[in-house]
Each structure stands twice: as structure tokens, then as C-alpha cells.
């Protein structure tokens, strides 16, 4: 399989974060909708996922720069000793100290994503928005200064309603107000996206293809009302080397994990209550059954070097609904290999 970045642009705020697993779940109804886009079709890459995935998505991270290219994932999931010198003083200073590096949850990788925790450069969200805004026009700068942005992803709370039209009012149980959290990134921001493709099924071009009709109608919820909209700009394939003394991958998407596979693993749990989309969204039961995945950012131990003859590691999750049996989860991950010291 070969590896590609997409950078892609947002044009508006999003419903749902932009996770592999859903990406995936997108592309498939792209699919769906055009059988062009994979060879086969889409019935036939999916009787086969759990054995052989056609692609494999990554979540999507920030990407600064133009010609020095850098690349800003999240903090390892693993302990914080493990990353940052310990004070033998446990003073008042040592606490502070802690209290600061928990904050620095993001990781900044050069263009060859090359990790190496010795000399890893992190980041807190304030210092996110300075490597970005450094990187913007000056008129963008000033606009963004006198709103007062202070971090790179916003979190905005949108008020919605719903009218009876029996009484022209909103009211009790169905009829009450609510509010959802919609995600919004810094004006001109640039996001990445990894993908694995086995060009024997399908390639960049196809790919690119259904994520630029996906970015068009919109991704995830109140796509409907224009959320979730993006364009994709350049794509470039990159070799991504495994390092003599690596001993461990760093995960770019939620994964399930094989089992016996890992004597170790450092992650954040997730828990993905999934949906059926599109046409399917009204079905008698358009609720998955829920998926317990380590969020990307975890570190994975193998047993034996052999997980680094393939480029992603877990595995496809299926018999999640029973509106639509042949429905597969995205349960593998792409990762990055890293030499592992503790």
C-alpha cells in the first residue's frame, strides 16, 4: 500500500471531528453512489476489509507551512515522565511544572514525520495558534486579533429550535430548544489527511475524487445546513521509513487492535456511538452498535517485529447494525513507527 498526504481547507465550521473511521464511512457512501471509484465495487472491498482494506484513513491533524512543511499530531498518549524530565523536588515548582506540560498536548513532526521523543518539540494551544498565525496574512491576523481568537479549534455552542406548528411556538419534549457544539477552525487554516491505498483496487485520484464530493454536500451532522464543507488541495505521496530500532507505532487514527498481537499499549479510550448517513439515516433503526477503539495519539507495543511489515495495524469491525448487516467499521490505523525508551 502506499502512503499520501491530502491537505485539505476548510470552508465552514463541522458537526462531527474528523476521525478515520468516520472518513471512511463517508468515502464507502461515495462509493456506493459511484462503484468507479473502487474496482469491484463496493459490496465486493467490503467482503474482503477484515482481510484486505482497499484504504485506510487517518484522522485529520494541522499542517503548517509551505515550503517548511510541518505537521502538528497529538501528544503520545503515553506517561508524562516518559516525555518530560521529572524533578527530584517535589516542591511547589515541580507541580507547576507538571501542571504546564499536561497542557502541551500537541506534537510538531517536520515533513519527513520522523518521531524521535528525545527531542520532540510540543505544544500547548497558545503556542498552536502562535506557530499558526506566524504562518497567515496580516490581514487575517488583525481580524482574528481583534476577535480575541485564542486557540486554533473552537468549540462553539449553536442554538436550535423546533417549531409546532400547531401553536407557532416551541415547547416541551420534542418541541424544546437545544444546543449543539460545532467545530470551528482558525481562518485559512490548513488540515492533513493520511491515507494507505492499495492501488491493485483503487488510487490517489479516486480517492480524491469522493473526499472533493463529500467536502462539496458537506461531512457529518447538519451537513444539511452547511456544515461540514471543505476543498482539497495538493496531494504528494510519502515514504514513510521504519527505523532499525523501532519498538513501537504511534497510531494516526482510532484503531481495534488485533488481539496477542501488543505486549503494551498507551491510549485514550473512544467510544464510537455510530450512525447510519444518507438514505439510511431514516431507516427503522439507524443506531450502530457501539465501538470501543484507542484514540489516535496511542502508542502500541508489538510483541515481535513483524507488525512492521504491514502499514497499519488493527482490524475491521463488523455485525455493528442491523439496518444494514454488511456494514463495516474502520478499525484499523495508519501509524508511525517510533523507538520507544522507558
Avoid at 429550535?161 to 430548544?177: S, W
Avoid at 494507505?196 to 483496487?201: A, H, P, V
Wanted: glycine share 8%; aromatic share 12%.
Amino acid at each position: 500500500m502506499k502512503f499520501y498526504e491530502i491537505t485539505i481547507c476548510p470552508l465552514s465550521g463541522f458537526g462531527t471531528t474528523l476521525k478515520g473511521d468516520t472518513l471512511f464511512g463517508h468515502f464507502c457512501w461515495q462509493v456506493a453512489y459511484d462503484p468507479s471509484l473502487v474496482d469491484g465495487g463496493l459490496e465486493h472491498v467490503l467482503s474482503v476489509y477484515d482481510e484486505r482494506p482497499f484504504a485506510v484513513f487517518s484522522s485529520v491533524f494541522p499542517k503548517l507551512g509551505k515550503e517548511n512543511v510541518h505537521y502538528i499530531l497529538k501528544r503520545p498518549d503515553i506517561p508524562l515522565s516518559w516525555l518530560f524530565p521529572s524533578d527530584k523536588n517535589r516542591g511547589e515548582e515541580h507541580y507547576k511544572k507538571m501542571k504546564e506540560n499536561k497542557m502541551q498536548k500537541w506534537m510538531l513532526l517536520g515533513e519527513n514525520l520522523e518521531i524521535d521523543l528525545a527531542d520532540a518539540c510540543f505544544l500547548n494551544d497558545e503556542k498552536l495558534l502562535n506557530e499558526v498565525t506566524a504562518t497567515t496574512t496580516k490581514k487575517t491576523r488583525k481580524i482574528m486579533e481583534i476577535a480575541e481568537y485564542e486557540s486554533f479549534i473552537s468549540h462553539f455552542s449553536q442554538p436550535h429550535n423546533t417549531i409546532n406548528r400547531l401553536t407557532q411556538t416551541t415547547g416541551d419534549d420534542n418541541f424544546a430548544p437545544y444546543v449543539k457544539e460545532n467545530i470551528y477552525y482558525y481562518p485559512g487554516a490548513k488540515l492533513v489527511l493520511f491515507v494507505l491505498i492499495d492501488e491493485n483496487i483503487t488510487d490517489i485520484d479516486q480517492i480524491r475524487k469522493g473526499l472533493e464530493n463529500i467536502g462539496r454536500f458537506g461531512f457529518g451532522r447538519d451537513a444539511s445546513i452547511g456544515l461540514g464543507r471543505f476543498e482539497l488541495c495538493e496531494s504528494n505521496e510519502i515514504n514513510v521509513a521504519v527505523p532499525k530500532d523501532a519498538n513501537a507505532c504511534y497510531l494516526l487514527a482510532p484503531c481495534v487492535p488485533e488481539k496477542n498481537r501488543f505486549k503494551k499499549t498507551y491510549f485514550t479510550p473512544f467510544i464510537r456511538f455510530g450512525k447510519h448517513g444518507d438514505r439510511l439515516a431514516n431507516a427503522g433503526n439507524p443506531f450502530k452498535n457501539p465501538v470501543v477503539m484507542a484514540d489516535e495519539g496511542a502508542v502500541f507495543i508489538p510483541n515481535d517485529k513483524g507488525v512492521f511489515d504491514k502499514p497499519y495495524i488493527g482490524r475491521a469491525v463488523t455485525g455493528v447494525s442491523k439496518a444494514e448487516p454488511s456494514s463495516v467499521v474502520q478499525g484499523y490505523a495508519p501509524y508511525l513507527p517510533l523507538k520507544l525508551e522507558h
